[in-house]
């Protein structure tokens, strides 16, 4: 080969390379590490938002819990992801199975129907496989306030469930819930999550110190995620939906966004603007290692062992 | 005679296709917040490689390109520095950035032409406007890198 090609060639490449090596900001790690938040008490050890969970993750020394919040009909806050009874995770109180194509709701349930009639978690969950089973009945919050005294550094994220279809209205939702956090009077630090943003403003109205975050993207039950998830890169990628804009909407004090959509570029720029965020749900080793460099408040995992910034 | 006619308004057309680049110059993020999310998630790192795959074309005023990718459309003003054979050679640039018009960012640095290849290193100033909030407020700065395959037709002499 020509010799002067060569020579071209190489300083091409030399041309290349500074920025390369000036660049790789992807590879920093932030300058804090994120508070590892175990998903729904850790659900990658014990049934999700369950007694043994709870316990669980408290005794393992973990530094945050979400945990998800639904009313019944007599507006007793129990825990519970879905707003009516996961028929993949219950059963009725006898062992006999939920019906597959019916709705039970829980806000059609008072709390006394819900423990007396239904159980969960004594059905291996195949989103969590290795997680021990334990048949249970639902935790109330009071009860998970009271597991708190003794832990006052945890931090709480109560990951309130409330939509318009299937739950009590939003106000009713943040009356009886801050009514009971501020009853427990807790050291303990504690936000509040949300998809909807009415849900957020009535807490925000009603207590405005309350941190709060807005859930992005909503995957609706029965939703392809991977459909939903693009649909929201593109719809994020063209400048319909911003973040900032996301959080200013719902008059949030952050947001909690989904890995699959995430960008390190765009929680640097809300971090910027002086909003707090959350992403959700890392669980794979590899994930976590480099979710932990990232400029975020809160990492969500099922897995914190996994997770090198524990 | 129409074809005969279409084809003779195509070659003179001021509007040619340049190159695509594979690394686009208006998307730094890719390479810097991206890349290292290989491990974690490969579809999504896949699926952001689509997303700021960029073609260019020339336009009629000599050294002027426009670039389109999903991520980012943008113009790019190409000025030589040190001209090599066939209208390659080093040459400077300076370029805007847009999401679906909506300006965004800017961009300087030095391209290199060789052959079907164009190199470019550089660096972006971009904001996180957009039309759902335009906000020139913050900032961030990162080198950028380009990597093409063309024709380069835009360098060649006309």
Known sequence: ?310 | MLALLGSSMLASAPVQFDRIDILNEQVPTFLHYDVPTTKAYPLGTAMRFVEQLNVSFTLPVRGLYANASLRSQGLTYEGTLLPGANGRGLFWMAGISTRLLMPYGAQVGLAYRVGFVRLSVGVQAASGSTWARPNWNQWQVLPTVGLGFGPNVGAAPR
Not at chain 1, 28 to 55: C, K, M, Q, W, Y
């Open chain 1, 1 to 310: 080969m020509d010799r002067s090609l060569i020579q071209r060639w190489r300083s091409a490449l030399a041309l290349l390379l500074v920025p390369v090596a000036l660049g790789g900001c992807g590879f920093i790690p932030a300058e804090d590490a994120p508070t590892l938040v175990s998903h729904r008490a850790a659900a990658g050890r014990f049934p999700e938002n369950s007694r043994s969970a709870i316990r669980a993750a408290l005794d393992a020394g973990d530094a945050a819990l979400e945990v998800d919040v639904v009313l019944t009909r007599d507006q007793v806050p129990v825990l519970s992801h879905d707003a009516w009874l996961d028929a993949e995770l219950c059963t009725r109180a006898d062992g006999s199975a939920l019906p597959a194509d019916e709705k039970i709701r829980i806000m059609d349930l008072t709390y006394l129907e819900l423990i007396n009639g239904y159980r969960c978690g004594g059905i291996e969950d195949p989103e969590t496989p290795g997680a021990e089973v334990v048949e249970d009945t639902h935790v109330t919050l009071a009860e998970l306030l009271i597991e708190l005294i003794g832990h006052p550094e945890v931090t709480l994220q109560l990951d309130i469930k409330q939509d318009p279809e299937d739950t009590l209205d939003a106000n009713t939702y943040a009356a009886v819930i801050l009514g009971h956090w501020n009853l427990a009077n807790l050291p303990n630090p504690m936000y509040v999550t949300a998809i909807f943003p009415e849900t957020l403003r009535a807490f925000e109205g009603r207590q405005p110190e309350i941190t709060t975050l807005r859930i992005w993207p909503n995957f609706p039950p029965g939703s392809n995620s991977t459909l939903v998830g693009l649909g929201n890169e593109f719809t994020r990628m063209f400048g319909f939906q911003e973040l900032v804009q996301l959080i200013e909407e719902a008059e949030a004090d952050g947001i909690a966004i989904a890995y699959q959509v995430a960008d390190r570029g765009a929680m640097e720029v809300v971090r910027q603007a002086g909003y707090q965020t959350a992403l959700w749900t890392a669980n794979s080793e590899a994930a976590l290692e480099v979710f932990c460099t990232w400029p975020i408040d809160y990492l969500i995992t099922d897995y914190p062992e996994r997770a090198p910034c524990r």
